[in-house]
């Protein structure tokens, strides 16, 4: 079964500071990931996905995302937070097949001025 | 940018009572999508659509909810007799084909209250 998890309910950072949203994943084949982001009383938002090719993916907003086949994670990064970046955050994968995303629990993020 | 519709944004509806969400997908998908958020919870696959049938469905979608494509732009969520766990967000989502590994894009929610 393919699954996603988020190991961190919140984060908390310092505005200006880099921020790191861990999340880790266990799939069957090549994993189709990706973050969502969700403000209050809003829909969700893509920020980024990694199907193949660099490890390294860039998206919206400044964030990237680090895939590590080996240790099966895919951590958002930010270099520099901003306080309106805080919102809850998705981790998810695309089941083999295609027809249906799981999604982690979300972790919500807190950038303080 | 196109972007996927979804009406209304917030539902109040009684116990029991049927209720039908709405989404207009992006216009050249084919895979259609709805999820389900309670409050404060993960989001939550209920069911995908293809070809005018169900592809694939969880274990939340039982015979209380349908899907249907009734005309080429609409796809809607009908919920038979609305249980008080039934409130939640619900999403709509769609994409091109399934050999598309790209996102699949995800309407702005409509928040239902059953009461």
């Known amino acids: 079964a393919q699954s996603v998890a988020q190991p961190e309910d919140q984060v908390n950072v310092a505005e200006g500071n880099p921020l790191t949203v861990k999340c880790t994943y266990s799939v069957s084949g090549n994993p189709y990931l990706f973050w969502y982001v969700q403000y209050p009383n809003r829909g969700l938002q893509f920020l980024l996905k990694y199907i193949t090719g660099d490890n390294l993916v860039k998206g919206s907003y400044g964030f990237e995302a680090e895939f590590n086949k080996s240790q099966t994670s895919f951590h958002l990064k930010k270099p520099s937070a901003l306080v309106s970046d805080s919102a809850l955050y998705f981790c998810a994968v695309l089941n083999t097949g295609g027809f249906k995303t799981i999604f982690g629990a979300g972790t919500r993020l807190f950038v303080k001025a | 940018e196109p972007e996927v519709t979804q009406t209304p944004s917030h539902q109040v509806t009684q116990m029991g009572q049927e209720v039908i969400l709405r989404c207009v997908p992006i216009?050249?998908?084919?895979?259609f999508y709805w999820y389900r958020q309670i409050l404060g919870q993960k989001v939550e696959f209920l069911v995908s659509f293809y070809n005018n049938e169900i592809s694939e469905k969880s274990e939340i979608f039982d015979d209380q909810f349908s899907v249907e494509r009734p005309d080429g732009s609409n796809f809607t969520l009908k919920i038979r007799s609305t249980k008080l766990e039934d409130s939640a967000m619900y999403f709509c989502?769609?994409?091109?084909?399934?050999?598309?590994?790209?996102?699949?894009?995800f309407g702005p929610g409509t928040r239902l209250t059953v009461l």
């Open positions: 216009s050249n998908h084919l895979y």
């Open positions: 989502a769609s994409r091109v084909w399934a050999e598309d590994t790209d996102t699949q894009y």
